[in-house]
């Protein structure tokens, strides 16, 4: 049976800040967060809680030694993922969200691996830029603005 909340997950995370802050953000609105390895950063490192503050010890913290295993373990039907890169052919405004989706985030650097994304292109979304010259944006905010978005109709939006 799967879990009816929302998770958020990041495959290959590389800076402990942003993971630190998303962690935060998963405990105010009681969501998983789902790590993929390998990281960027050791989550023992103090960079992780610093970002996460005296929240870190209460997320709810999942981890996977690869895309495969997490597939394996968890099952998620297709229409549960959602993939979140900068080139998505769809706004993150567009999806009507599960309860139970999956918000699935890349590594900052390189964004989702293509072996992730593949078979997967009508599920994946972009937060929308207005000016050319930005070419991305903070992965613990885009984290955060999809969340909110995804989660209003439970939030009263």
């Known amino acids: ?18 993971t630190g802050a998303i962690g935060r953000t998963c405990v105010a609105l009681n969501l998983e967060l789902i790590l993929i390895k390998p990281y ?30 997490f597939l394996s373990d968890r099952k998620p039907a297709r229409d549960c993922l959602y993939f979140f890169e900068e080139h998505g052919a769809k706004s993150l405004y567009e999806p009507h969200y599960r309860k139970d989706a999956y918000l699935v985030f890349g590594c900052e650097s390189a964004g989702l691996p293509s072996e992730v994304l593949d078979g997967m292109d009508d599920r994946v979304f972009h937060l929308p830029m207005l000016d050319p010259r930005v070419r991305s944006l903070n992965l613990a905010n885009v984290a955060t603005a999809v969340i909110y978005q995804a989660m209003r109709p439970q939030l009263g939006g």
Do not use: C
Request: avoid cysteine; charged fraction near 25%.
């Open 40 to 69: 960027g950063f050791s989550l023992d490192e103090k960079s992780v809680r610093r970002a996460g503050t005296d929240y870190w010890k209460h997320v709810n913290l999942t981890e996977y030694d690869s895309w495969q295993s």
């Open 1 to 18: 049976m799967s879990d009816p909340r929302m998770k958020m997950v990041l495959v290959t995370p590389e800076i402990p800040y942003n």
